[in-house]
């Protein structure tokens, strides 16, 4: 009887578990069996990997095989566990040496003819794998530059399973890839394109600086969509480590680009308002794939029309909203995504949304019908509420000139880097993330300041929710002035931003 032992990684959304695969090779009739809970997928592994063996120039045992996949009670989902399969049974055979198997991952899918092809979740994957000391990998060449973003781990490139024998066996070598680095901010949307709209430009600025929800009203053609695709040039650049995050959610469903890194500017994600509410919040058969809202981490979720989106797609937003995150149950498991995301919504003011409010042709019932599909619950969380109007000049002078994204962008960071300093021994890195008893207590203004909260609680005009988020926005909008804290006319100004209403 021979026994060998090959590692791979099974994911449970973006958090990756190290699976260790078993061949044992007994007396009995010969045969194939496979344990340790594969899918449907999984199980024709070994029918596909003994094809890839023989068809690779290499013998396939011709007595009894069992392959065991451990932890035995974590369901292993998709053929990435191809190549740690047929490693393992070439190693229990004797026909390849061992001595590069211990502390080495291999992932990938094979092919009949012994190819190696490339599997989505790579890159998470091999983070998983440097977290629990695991620093070697064998993955698809398609792969390797994606494989190339997780530092401290060596990589190697096969083309086939006939490239990775020959590697275990000490007669040729895989390829290395070249360390790839995020690039930086380019080909952003310019700010200065967008004419007039001072009160909306201005409340892109506050949700930019503060980490805000943003509500944009208006007739069609105003500049809402012109306005949201902008927020994303406004922000800081992510970190290696929060491109890297992003990246990761991108990879397990298979869209990060292979043929670029992963870029430093914040997601854009602006699904339309057809979308599915599996598309959106993630979904699909045995463990969920990621959503459009996961997709947005980081960065900003643009719904355009958001009032003509399902009442079950926007209801799913309120616990996101507050957790950063979204939790899927199927019945192979419970799966985690992040889903930290800057939330901008877009809704004309009524069904008909002519260019003039004086063509509506819409019943006050049928305006209210329509704005009521964005629920008190929902918008309660939005923090930044503007009404639009319409454009009534397109030419400006060069004296009139708007401020592009870059010189915005400045004041933004600045602000961001205030927040930070006065927040870095909480952990909070922007004032939307700061809990409402922090406010109320360890930096509670003074009571003339907040009187104005104050009265809109007593009065029923604010929840206790909207109370928070304006003094919030209020910080926001001192860290924007340069001043040490809220004075009443922040309070004031943010008290604003959330009563002003769309019809």
């Not at 360390?179 to 952003?188: F, K, L, M, S, Y």
């Not at 600025?205 to 980490?211: K, Q």
């Not at 889903?339 to 049928?366: D, G, I, M, Y």
């Not at 309660?380 to 503007?386: A, E, F, G, N, Q």
Request: glycine share 10%; with cysteine.
């Amino acid at each position: 009887m021979a026994l060998a032992r090959t590692w791979s990684i099974a994911l449970l959304g973006i958090e990756g578990r190290l699976v260790e695969i078993e061949a044992d090779i007994g007396a009995g009739m010969p045969g194939t069996k496979l344990v340790g809970l594969p899918d449907p997928g999984l199980r024709e592994a070994k029918d596909r990997v003994r094809a890839a063996v023989r068809n690779s120039r290499q013998t396939w045992p011709d007595t009894k095989v069992t392959l065991g996949l451990f932890p035995a009670n974590l369901p292993k989902v998709g053929s990435s566990y191809d190549l740690g399969i047929a490693v393992a049974v070439l190693a229990a055979s004797a026909s390849v040496p061992a001595d590069k198997l211990g502390g080495t991952v291999l992932l990938g899918e094979l092919a009949l003819d012994g190819r190696l092809r490339s599997v989505p979740g790579v890159l998470p994957a091999l983070l998983a794998a440097r977290r629990v000391g695991y620093r070697r990998a064998v993955v698809p060449v398609g792969s390797v530059p994606e494989a190339a973003l997780v530092e401290g781990v060596e990589v190697f490139g096969a083309a086939s399973l006939v490239d990775v024998v020959g590697w275990l066996r000490g007669e040729s070598e895989l390829c290395r890839p070249d360390p790839a680095e995020p690039i930086d901010i380019r080909n952003v949307p310019d700010l200065a394109d967008v004419v007039g709209q001072p009160e909306a430009r201005w409340a892109l600025e506050v949700a930019a600086a503060g980490g805000h929800h943003l509500l944009l009203t208006g007739p069609p053609g105003v500049g809402k969509t012109m306005l949201a695709t902008r927020l994303p040039g406004l922000l800081p650049p992510l970190s290696k480590d929060e491109a890297l995050e992003v990246a990761a959610i991108r990879s397990v469903d298979g869209s990060l680009p292979r043929s670029e890194p992963p870029t430093c500017v914040p997601p854009f994600v602006a699904p339309h308002h057809s979308i599915s509410p599996a598309a959106f919040v993630g979904g699909g058969n045995g463990l969920a794939a990621p959503g459009a809202i996961s997709k947005a981490h980081r960065g900003v979720l643009f719904l355009d029309e958001a009032a003509e989106l399902g009442s079950d797609r926007l209801e799913a937003l309120r616990t996101v909203l507050e957790e950063g995150e979204i939790r899927l149950a199927r019945v192979k498991g419970v799966v985690r995504y992040p889903a930290s995301f800057q939330l901008v919504l877009a809704s004309n003011p009524c069904p008909c949304a002519p260019p003039r409010e004086t063509e509506c042709t819409c019943t006050p019932a049928a305006r209210r019908r329509y704005l009521s599909r964005l629920s008190g619950p929902l918008l309660d969380r939005v923090d930044l509420r503007v009404r639009m109007r319409p454009v009534t000049a397109m030419r400006v002078s060069d004296l009139q000139r708007p401020e592009s994204t870059e010189r915005v962008r400045q004041r933004v960071v600045a602000a961001r880097e205030r927040a930070a300093a006065r927040w870095a021994d909480y952990g909070w890195r922007v004032n939307a993330a700061v809990p409402g008893p922090a406010l109320w207590r360890e930096f509670a203004l003074p009571r003339d300041v907040t009187a104005l909260v104050e009265r809109g609680l007593r009065r029923g005009a604010l929840t206790a929710r909207g109370a928070d988020r304006c003094l919030r926005v209020a910080w926001t909008l001192a860290d924007l002035a340069g001043a040490s804290q809220p004075d009443g006319d922040h309070v004031a100004a943010a008290l604003e931003f959330r009563e002003r209403r769309a019809a």
